[in-house]
């Protein structure tokens, strides 16, 4: 997943009073790295209303609509931990790595994902550390 992440787009210490305001603040971010248009962020929380995109152990992983590709510049991802934990639908959300693909690697970026979240030292590293760089080469690794 080389360079998918950059330094700007990791929040360690963020707050969102609400599901949708996390998940708009993912998309904001994305929106400020230049990876997607305005209309992505409408996506991400239109497809979170179809389906959470909650993946449990206090993570999520907001991304746009399959039609809210055309909205997006480039892939990337955003990594936005909260100081506080935002209720998601009854449960509770410490980290949200918010997607914007571009093609159709959406499948492959949420698998190699899956497998750093799984391995208890990388989510870890994740969930805690206070170097945004140590949690950018984790990421980019």
């Not at 360079?3 to 971010?29: F, K, M, P, W, Y």
């Not at 790295?33 to 497809?47: I, K, N, S």
């Not at 959300?93 to 949420?110: Q, R, T, Y």
Request: glycine share 8%; net charge negative; aromatic share 6%.
């Amino acid at each position: 997943m080389s360079n998918l992440l950059v330094l700007a787009g990791i929040r360690i210490d963020a707050t969102a009073s609400s599901q949708e305001e996390a998940v708009r603040l993912c998309g904001s971010v994305l929106q400020e790295l230049g990876a997607v248009g305005p209309e992505y962020l409408d996506a991400m929380v239109a497809r979170e209303n179809i389906i959470s995109s909650y993946m449990g152990e206090g993570v999520a992983l907001p991304h746009g609509t399959d039609d809210s590709r055309k909205y997006v510049n480039f892939t990337q991802l955003v990594f936005v931990r909260f100081a506080n934990p935002v209720d998601w639908e009854g449960e509770k959300v410490k980290l949200c790595i918010g997607i914007a693909a571009k093609g159709d690697e959406h499948g492959e970026l949420l698998g190699n994902l899956a497998d750093k979240l799984l391995d208890e030292s990388s989510y870890s590293t994740l969930m805690n550390s206070a170097s945004e760089q140590e949690i950018l080469d984790l990421i980019n690794a």
